[in-house]
């Protein structure tokens, strides 16, 4: 019989909030996961590149997703049993970063090296001998097409020289999927999900949250719960505004549109085998190899590209540009020798839920028992299950009366014990210069 009272409310049912759900079931609480959507991992989870790398700015990012890793690796002893559902595959590449002047790689090699993360040093002789299509000279800033004036469509005479390779990288086969094995872990060990039911308030009694009001199949319900955690992807703005928690958080989300490309490999190039990914700020594109010899691409937020903040997430302009297809066959094909560019577009149109400094928010907020996984920023698909850990470790601290905001809660990593400071994903941070921030993290 369906209970109207839980330990703890999820709103989403995306990777996050599905890996939020298990852990928190695994810790013995009766969570309630509620979804608009029919399935978990519909939203914007299913868009994901869902690229598993470490190549972040900050040691709790670095920390984080290298944690996170040895969960993808072994993801079927992580999830357990499910039946007959198939398991996410972690599919292995290399993940490159160009050694461009000033670039990326000199915030991440300090956090490698401080933590022990494995990583290649390759020359540039090196490199292009193991992938011999990439184009390696430095085109960089990253221009528009019409920038006739820019030096990036030029023929440069710098060149890098060399490559970060971390050699464990890769990504996951079926984003959705994986949101998907999460919660049907979570169902089997008790948890309850619902699907196309929508969050229409989220509710207060006594100062602090008393669970949630929805909109469902049967109608109207109200559903009480001392927990309620935010973890509404795009729509987490809209949720916190419902709480009326917005205004007391300094860090905050929006929604923002994002588009992904997918290329045919150039011709003779054996993409599926010998491809790699890459976090490329000379070129203003991320790519990783894409199943059947394809080339997935995205936007890595260069400074000449305008962002397209979204206000209302139910409604925005889900067709592929044509523009944008062109223009990032163009970017990538200066770093891929050779790539063909289809007058036919193909890709997909999608949100992330950005912050300014593009590191996500987990943390609790100023309503006592409503807690937020948000924020992730084009960058936190790797992290759903550490991230799942993380929220769970810090709201079962937060509820036995841990002061979070003047005490931070570390969680250590179960695989690799890193401390992970949840300090660097609260509502409230410092963040020295935003401006120099991307989908990187
Ligand atoms: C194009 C793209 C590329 C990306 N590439 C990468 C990558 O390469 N590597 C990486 O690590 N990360 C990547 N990400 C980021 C990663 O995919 C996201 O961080 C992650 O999927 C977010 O999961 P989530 O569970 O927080 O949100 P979502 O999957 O968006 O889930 C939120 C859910 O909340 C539900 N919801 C919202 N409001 C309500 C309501 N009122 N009532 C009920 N339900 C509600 C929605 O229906 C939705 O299902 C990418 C993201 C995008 C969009």
Redesign the pocket.
Known sequence: MTTTSFDAII?????????VAFELTRRGLRTLS????PAA?????????????YTYSTASGVAMSYEGYHYWKDWPSYIGDIGDQTYAEFIEKPMLLPKTPGGHYLKVLPHFEALGVPYEDVPLDEALNRWPYLDLRIFGPPASLDDTNNTFWGEPEAVHDGVIVSPNAG?ISD?QLS?LNLATAAIRDGAEFRYN????SINRADGRVSGVT?EGPNGGETIAAPVVVN??????R??NE?AGVLDSMSRSSRALR???YIYPAPSGVDYDTNGIMIGDTDTGV?F?SERGNNVLV?NAEPECDELEWVDDPDTYNEVLSEDGFLLHGMRTSRRITDLPIPQRKSG?V????ATPDWL?IYDRTDLDGFYV??G?????????PIAGHAMAELITAVEAGHDHDNDPVIVEGKHTGFPIDLATFTRNRVVPDDTHMN?FG
């Open positions: 709103i989403g049912a995306g990777v996050i909030g599905s890996g509620i979804d608009k959507l991992g519909y939203g914007s989870t299913s868009s994901s590149s869902a690229i598993i790398r990504y984003p949101a039911t929508t969050v229409t929805v973890v509404g992807g795009p729509h987490a809209v949720l419902m994002r588009e992904v991320y990783r995205g997909l999608s949100m992330y839920d996500p996984a948000i992730t920023s084009g960058n936190q698909f790797k992290n759903a989908v």
